[in-house]
């Protein structure tokens, strides 16, 4: 049921048909192991791996230098992947990474704004996301400045937005009260998770502290507050469950069907056209695909600046009430959702995710190892 229903959207946004989705769906997944090992492999020349859709569905890698490398193959069933490699990258992703974590500073004071920040894996570039004040000065001429302090190709997007965290509201729902104002908030809570001994469910760290859980008798049910970690690279809170916990979340608008979460993804293995999808309490169920993955939003929602640890999703569904919510792929838990960038006419430009890598230490995600169907 899972895959199909990610097959129906994904039929319905890319114009093919349910059989090709579903094809399409299976190969991103079984593709994980074969572009992990081209990474390691060309470590020292990759600057990104990206999966295109149109014309027809493939994987790209993207490497300096020109020394060519012959194309590849995934190969499931009778459904076959080619994978192709594109030279003349100027610089490596770790590169750029390390352009915008040590730059970051010096960046962010050569613009008005505090600019939001990630690697185009399809070209190597760093992108800079800057506002309508700053693009007053043109692209081409922040362009050259902010190479001039990074020392690696830039790429400006003009964006009228703004970068904010999600209002606490969605997945399943929680409520508490801010001692600071007396106010009753809603929030979101995410995947199921346990310490060995303890089960409990995470939240965004910007939810209140003291949570209930209003069951489907609408009776509040406490989730005592464990701890909280929102700092650089991090937005989770963990709250724990007097009774144990399944590994399952809701995925449907409705929330009328769960899904058993069967594996975990990281951000390593996360690419640039993955097509994943998330449930917010605003937005309901929705997907779209992976835009960047080493992403640092704009402004200082991380305590201060963030680090670009974290994954761009393509809008347009993404509203106040989706911050926490469980970002997955099919069964495969991969993140839960910080916040979203917001054009001027309130539409959403794209949302961002904590990988679940930054669970704390000690912590891991409840999940069913039965393993993936695959095709015949």
Request: hydrophobic share 40%; charged share 20%.
């Amino acid at each position: 049921m899972a895959s199909l229903e990610d097959a129906r959207e994904y039929a319905r946004q890319f114009a093919v048909s349910i059989e090709e989705a579903q094809n399409r769906l299976l190969a991103q997944d079984a593709s994980v192991a074969a572009t992990d090992a081209i990474a390691a492999t060309y470590r020292a020349r990759l600057a990104g791996v990206a999966i295109e859709h149109r014309p027809s569905y493939r994987i790209l890698v993207y490497l300096t230098g020109s020394d060519p490398v012959p194309a590849q193959r995934v190969v499931i069933g009778s459904f076959s992947v080619p994978i192709l490699f594109r030279t003349g990258a100027r610089v490596t992703r770790d590169r750029v990474i390390w352009a915008m974590t040590y730059h970051q500073a010096a960046i962010r004071a050569a613009l008005r704004t505090p600019p939001g920040m990630g690697l185009d894996p399809r070209t190597g570039e760093l992108v800079i996301t800057i506002g309508n004040r700053d693009a007053q000065d043109g692209a081409e001429t922040i362009r050259r400045r902010i190479e001039a302090i990074a020392g690696v190709p830039v790429q400006v997007r003009a964006l009228d937005h703004v970068d904010v965290n999600l209002a606490v509201e969605g997945g399943a729902r929680v409520e508490g009260v801010d001692p600071g104002d007396g106010r009753r908030y809603l929030c979101t809570t995410g995947f199921a998770i346990t310490d060995g001994t303890r089960s409990a469910i995470t939240t965004a760290a910007h939810c209140v502290d003291q949570l209930s859980y209003r069951n489907r008798y609408g009776v509040l049910e406490p989730l005592p507050f464990v701890a909280q970690w929102g700092w650089g690279y991090r937005d989770v809170q963990i709250n724990a469950s007097p009774e144990p916990l399944a590994p399952t979340f809701f995925a449907d608008t409705a929330k009328q069907r769960v899904r058993t979460v069967t594996g975990q993804r990281s951000r390593a293995s996360t690419r640039a056209g993955d097509f994943v999808c998330h449930r917010g309490e605003r937005t309901g169920y929705s997907c779209a695909v992976v835009e960047l993955t080493d992403f640092a939003p704009a402004g200082d929602l991380c305590g201060g600046a963030c680090l670009p640890t974290w994954v761009a999703v393509a809008g347009p569904n993404c509203k106040g009430g989706d911050s926490g919510a469980p970002v997955f792929a099919g069964t495969t838990a991969l993140g839960i959702v910080k916040g979203a960038s917001y054009r001027r006419d309130g539409s959403c430009a794209f949302y961002f995710y904590m990988a679940l890598d930054y669970l704390p230490a000690g912590w891991t995600i409840l999940r069913d190892p039965m393993p993936l169907p695959s095709l015949p």
